[in-house]
């Protein structure tokens, strides 16, 4: 069983940034994709960004492309979120998440198998 922990969360004022890092306890040749989710008090868990294992091709959700940054670092088996201009509405706890097979699409959760437990991010105005 794969094991997913984020770290690097923590309070920031707008306009800030702060990287967020994902480690994963093993890596085989089946992951396909990593990516990060952001969930808020009484929304659904949304879309951030992935990135594929392979090709590195990079996916963003139109509220945080050309602010947020996604890396792979495929020898520490790590995946890092790089976060810039922070705005309050990006306040939400973050998941990283690992997908073994392509489903058609990068952004929907049930593309992922293994997930984090998450870190908080909180951008004050």
């Known amino acids: 069983q794969v094991q997913l922990v984020e770290s690097g969360g923590g309070l920031v004022q707008a306009g800030g940034s702060l990287r967020l890092s994902c480690a994963a306890s093993?890596?085989?040749?089946?992951?396909?994709?990593m990516g990060w989710f952001r969930q808020s008090p009484g929304k659904e868990r949304a879309f951030v960004a992935a990135?594929?294992?392979?090709?590195?091709?990079?996916y963003y959700a139109d509220s945080v492309k050309g602010r947020f940054n996604i890396a792979s670092n495929n020898a520490k088996n790590t995946v890092n979120l790089q976060m810039n201009s922070l705005k309050p509405e990006d306040t939400a706890v973050y998941y990283c998440?690992?997908?073994?097979?392509?489903?058609?699409?990068?952004?929907?959760?049930?593309?992922?198998?293994?997930w984090g437990k998450g870190t908080q991010v909180t951008v004050s105005s």
């Open positions: 093993e890596r085989t040749d089946r992951t396909d994709v």
């Open positions: 990135i594929t294992w392979s090709g590195s091709t990079t």
């Open positions: 998440a690992e997908g073994r097979s392509y489903r058609g699409s990068y952004y929907r959760t049930t593309s992922y198998d293994y």
